[in-house]
């Protein structure tokens, strides 16, 4: 059993930047990959980026490339998600996944979620 707890989300204007944070715990040597999913109002959940945890090979999804950076910290079993550049389309509640690879197939540990509003 992993457990994975969201920090970080929050207001911020378009153009601003906003880094997630998620701690993991447990038996978090059972993962593969760590990632982040989103899911706003009305539409499914989508899949943001996910980091490999031995090789450190990360995925981005084409709507947040060269915007967004995934990166871990293993000795803090900690992931995170660098937000640049962010567009009130990436208005969200955010979650922080766990699970083995291929990962979109294989997520089986999720966060609480937190909600990153992007406004003026």
């Known amino acids: 059993q992993v457990q994975l707890v969201e920090s970080g989300g929050g207001l911020v204007q378009p153009g601003g930047s906003l880094t997630l944070s998620c701690a993991a715990s447990g038996s978090t040597l059972s993962l593969n990959a760590m990632g982040w999913y989103r899911q706003a109002p009305g539409k499914e959940r989508e899949l943001v980026a996910y980091i490999t945890t031995r090789l450190g090979i990360t995925n981005y999804a084409d709507s947040v490339k060269g915007r967004f950076t995934i990166s871990r910290d293993n000795a803090k079993n900690t992931v995170y998600l660098q937000m640049n550049s962010l567009k009130p389309e990436d208005t969200a509640v955010y979650y922080c996944?766990?699970?083995?690879?291929?990962?979109?197939?294989?997520?089986?540990?999720w966060g609480q979620g937190t909600q990153v509003t992007v406004s003026s």
């Open positions: 996944a766990g699970g083995l690879l291929p990962f979109r197939q294989n997520t089986n540990n």
